[in-house]
């Protein structure tokens, strides 16, 4: 019925979903008097429907006086002339439109993530990438290092399974560098799971293969560096979990005596 189909349009639009709110707009057309006009149409879907790009800033970006790039990298018309292109080259796909931008974290003065998503009218098919913005100038030497990476035994094809995310391009005037979104859980989720045994196990031969790869970077992380960091952040756990004090303990241990081994 129309009133199921007006519903089905409202949730549509606040929950984000492009596709269908652009054949809501499609359906409605032109504001009229009645049932389908624009005034019974949610504040998300009306927004949707009249611009070319849905953007998400539950972290007031504008707000935020020390990253002003960040609030540059949200804005539709800077975002299509000058971050779609990029995307559209990294995937070869001149059909790729950018439909929709999202805050995903934002660390005041520090750092933010941003994600792109586009759809691809010739693949007919969704794209998203991940724009990363530090204060810090450092958008050239993550995106070559994550380059590096990739062409260096750590892409989609990797025979371990050991890949990172494929790396898409540098944005300069936001500070920003793009990579592709790919679905997972973060090792902490999986870790809490039944097979954390094989996991960890996974974790470490991950940090083997990096360890070997021949790629230099201009950041050093020292076994010295990372026991300093457990010894400060383990007792931590042991403050918010007292009954694991005499494992963290002998873990502790264990750690001091491998690092001066």
């Known amino acids: 019925s129309s009133s199921r189909l007006r519903t089905g349009i409202r949730r549509a639009a606040d929950e984000n ?13 032109k504001p009229k008097s009645g049932d389908f006009g624009y005034g019974k149409i949610s504040p998300a ?8 790009i849905y953007v998400t800033d539950p972290f007031a970006l504008n707000d935020d006086s020390t ?40 660390k005041p003065g520090r750092r933010c993530l941003i994600k792109y998503s586009c759809r691809s009218f010739d693949a007919g098919h969704n794209v998203v990438v991940l724009g990363k913005i530090h204060a810090r100038s450092r958008h ?24 990172v995310a494929c790396p898409v391009g540098v944005v300069p005037e936001c500070q920003m560098w793009l990579q592709k ?19 960890a196990a996974r974790i470490a031969s991950a940090a083997h293969k990096l360890h070997q790869a021949d790629i230099v970077t201009n950041r050093d992380h020292t076994i010295d560096d990372e026991l300093k960091l457990l010894e400060e952040k383990l007792p931590q ?9 005499s494992r963290i303990h ?9 690092a001066a081994s």
């Open 17 to 29: 979903l492009p596709a269908v709110a652009e054949v809501a707009r499609l359906w409605i057309g």
């Open 67 to 106: 990253l002003p790039y960040a609030a540059l990298a949200i804005k539709p018309d800077f975002a299509s002339a000058t971050i779609a292109p990029i995307i559209k080259q990294a995937f070869q796909d001149d059909s790729l439109k950018l439909d929709s931008i999202f805050v995903l974290k934002h």
């Open 250 to 258: 002998a873990l502790l241990g264990a750690c001091r005596d491998l």
């Open 45 to 52: 879907a009306r927004l949707r429907l009249t611009t070319d």
């Open 181 to 199: 979104c790919v679905p997972g859980t973060t090792c902490w989720e999986a870790l809490a799971g039944p097979h954390s045994k094989v996991i």
């Open 237 to 245: 756990v042991i403050f918010l979990m007292p009954r694991l004090r």
């Open 140 to 163: 050239d030497g993550s995106y070559h290092l994550q380059n590096a990476l990739w062409e260096s035994g750590f892409d989609y094809k990797s025979d371990d399974g050991v890949s």
